[in-house]
């Protein structure tokens, strides 16, 4: 690990002007390239302390040994370069995008004497007019398929082609009038090249000239009597129009736009692209890439316009570019567009309108492509194994922890304080196995206090549940007293249940024994991490303590900076962001997270909507709607007599006692008063249900 200080320049040898810079290590690689408006301002950003550095910018910093800068006249050749250099020296510690797929084009090859219309892959060659990318082959097929018969252009390969003219007889799609046979004759090399631009024309968004075209000369044709042409028209015409109802109009002005959107996380980001050209979806492609370098939204978008745009040259720049967030220099990106496009290039964000909401559609798109992206990656078992490897050595286990249970605590403002137990066996959730508790041990926020109960009561738990079992013949005492508001040390009898155990797995269920009882706790870990840092973790580590368990590893990860923290440490252990250990751990802490704040928000819910009248014995959900509609509300209801509640239909004496019984009980003690004007607020809960 190398020392910034040692390589870094004077601040009078940095010049002030833009400029691109690049990053080696002691091996003269490029790891990094990066720009600047002001070359002196932004290299001084990368030598202060390094306590102060994003952790990857801290880490490509000592990973380094020289950096070296070269000067340009204006940010838009700074741009230029930029993109340059990212090409050519594949620096690891710049955001590259990587495509989760081949995407096919439409290509028409018009740098040939008879263009040829056919599927494409790969690289974009010179001279060849592409329209896409499409999500699937298939697509472009019954796209040409269609348009055929009104633009009868060549798709045969070369082969093909040589034999027809060896031979004098075109293949089957110049019997059937779907090739006009340039191979024979038929046509002449620029009759068939003009057809090959109207398809072009065509599918580049200037559809109503041939449409209209084509039906003026159908009603011609009908005119002259000529039946059989107009008929053959008309349904050219019609494979026309169905071949342009396969891209929906999105954009009603005939509008050519690209819409980028991002979707991210910590450690990665997903990107969308929708290519919309005269109004319609033309295509449609995605890149997933690894945040390697502190990136935000707009440094992320600004890439994916350097990769997209770097090796196209007009119409395939379109007029207007619209993302999510603009670049830093969004002026200067914006006349790199115009530059390739040769002309002017709108980059913005839309604000409204059709624009803005199709937006939201590909916004939609990029968070499933995220999802999908992680979804492979955990499936995937040599990654899995790899991470548990890493987790392993990291933490100094002795064997890969093949089962993690991870463990948050999440409240509303001290309110409704609850947390969630996760599992995860060979890198993979186990949602079966997910617990959810209620922190009743205190009132009050204290997350410290929370996550020493939690992993107090699932372990004493554990411990009850061997020695049920027989596997666990006398219980070990505790290593130390419990501390105030703990859970309290392990018994040395039959531990009874708590109060309040753990409550039923949330909308995954809770599994069950034969005999209708939950299932047992007997499976331990052998890693537990927490959701936090070290307060967190030194209250599981003591919870652990004061129960005898010396044989399970706690970790925790903290949230911003994404270390791990274990026991009785002062510094945190560093995965490399790169690592799939790493990758796990976030994993299942956030799947930790999703579950207690889900479990939170069901019992904030339900309390919200509680009523007095829950409380009353044998009294559904049927009857207090009616008693409600009745009276038209809660604090009517409180006023009414024993014997006006029984004036309700299904409403019996005895159930109308316990009703006035239950709400007499549950009235206020004083009127609300507004604090700020001192008005007494009205009671009005209608709803009780």
Request: glycine share 8%; with cysteine; aromatic share 6%.
């Amino acid at each position: 690990m190398a020392d910034p200080s040692s390589y870094r320049p004077k601040p009078g040898q940095i010049p002030d002007s833009p400029g691109v810079y690049k990053f080696r290590d002691d091996h003269r690689r490029v790891i990094y390239v990066g720009k600047a408006k002001n070359l002196r301002q932004r290299l001084a950003n990368y030598f202060q302390d390094l306590a102060g550095l994003h952790p990857r910018t801290r880490t490509m910093v000592t990973t380094a040994a020289s950096v070296e800068w070269t000067v340009v006249s204006t940010e838009v050749e700074a741009l230029q370069l930029e993109y340059s250099w990212i090409k050519e020296y594949d620096p690891r510690f710049n955001v590259k995008y990587r495509d989760d797929k081949s995407y096919p084009y439409l290509a028409v090859t018009l740098n040939e004497e008879f263009p040829r219309v056919q599927v494409m892959r790969g690289a974009k060659k010179k001279g060849v007019r592409y329209f896409g990318p499409y999500g699937h082959a298939w697509a472009i097929r019954e796209t040409v398929d269609l348009m055929l018969r009104v633009f009868p252009v060549r798709t045969c390969s070369a082969g093909v082609f040589k034999n027809a003219e060896r031979t004098g007889r075109p293949c089957l799609l110049g019997y059937i009038g779907k090739c006009s046979a340039p191979c024979v004759g038929r046509v002449s090399p620029q009759e068939h090249r003009e057809l090959a631009e109207d398809f072009c024309d065509f599918m580049a968004g200037r559809t109503g000239t041939y449409i209209r075209r084509l039906e003026k000369d159908m009603m011609t044709a009908a005119e002259d009597l000529e039946y059989e042409r107009a008929a053959r028209l008309r349904d050219d015409a019609g494979a026309l129009k169905r071949a342009m109802e396969k891209s929906a109009v999105v954009l009603a002005d005939a509008t050519d736009a690209d819409l980028i959107a991002v979707a991210e996380d910590e450690l990665e980001a997903a990107l969308q692209i929708f290519h919309v050209r005269g109004g319609r979806v033309r295509g449609q492609r995605g890149w997933v890439t690894d945040k390697v370098e502190a990136v935000d939204t707009s440094g992320l978008v600004e890439h994916a316009l350097q990769q997209l745009y770097g090796e196209e040259r007009g119409d395939a720049v379109p007029k207007e570019v619209l993302v999510p967030a603009l670049p830093e220099q969004a002026e200067a990106v914006a006349q790199w567009l115009a530059e390739r496009r040769g002309s002017h290039v709108s980059l913005r964000i839309p604000q409204r309108g059709d624009k803005k909401d199709l937006m939201v559609t590909v916004q939609r798109n990029a968070q499933q492509a995220l999802g999908l992206h992680k979804t492979k990656r955990a499936s995937d078992l040599t990654t899995r194994s790899r991470a548990l490897e890493e987790i392993a050595e990291a933490l100094g286990l002795d064997t890969a922890p093949l089962r993690i249970e991870c463990y948050d605590i999440s409240h509303l403002q001290g309110d409704d304080v609850v947390a969630s137990m996760v599992v995860f066996e060979d890198g993979l959730a186990r949602k079966s196995e997910y617990r959810r508790f209620q922190i009743k041990g205190f009132e009050g926020q204290d997350d410290v206090r929370s996550m020493h109960e939690v992993i107090g009561r699932r372990f004493r738990r554990y411990l009850q549940d061997k020695e049920r079992t027989g596997e666990w013949e006398e219980p070990v005492a505790p290593a130390a007293p419990a501390a105030p508001g703990s859970a309290g040390p392990a018994p040395s009898g039959p531990v009874p249940a708590p109060a309040a155990s753990a409550a039923p797995g949330g909308e995954e269920g809770e599994p069950r024994e034969d005999d209708g009882r939950p299932k047992r706790f007997a499976y331990p870990p052998q890693l537990v991490v927490v959701d936090g840092g070290q307060p967190q973790v030194a209250a599981a580590r003591r919870a652990l303590d004061e129960l005898g368990i010396d044989d399970i590893a706690v970790c925790g990860l903290a949230k911003r900076l994404e270390e791990v923290w274990l026991p009785d440490e002062d510094d945190p252990v560093v995965l490399p962001r790169s690592s799939e250990g790493l990758y796990l751990l976030q994993r299942v802490r956030d799947e930790a997270h999703r579950f207690a704040i889900a479990y939170q928000r069901t019992k904030r819910a339900k309390r919200i909507r509680s009523s007095p009248l829950d409380d009353v014995p044998g009294l559904g959900d049927t009857r207090k709607q009616a008693l409600i509609k009745h009276f038209g509300s809660v604090k009517k209801l409180r006023q009414a007599t024993v014997d006006d509640i029984c004036q309700v239909p299904g409403i019996g004496r005895r159930t109308a006692e316990s009703v006035a019984a239950a709400l007499a009980a549950a009235a206020p003690a004083a009127p609300a008063v507004n604090t700020a004007t001192g008005e007494i607020m009205e009671e009005d809960d209608g709803d009780t249900s």
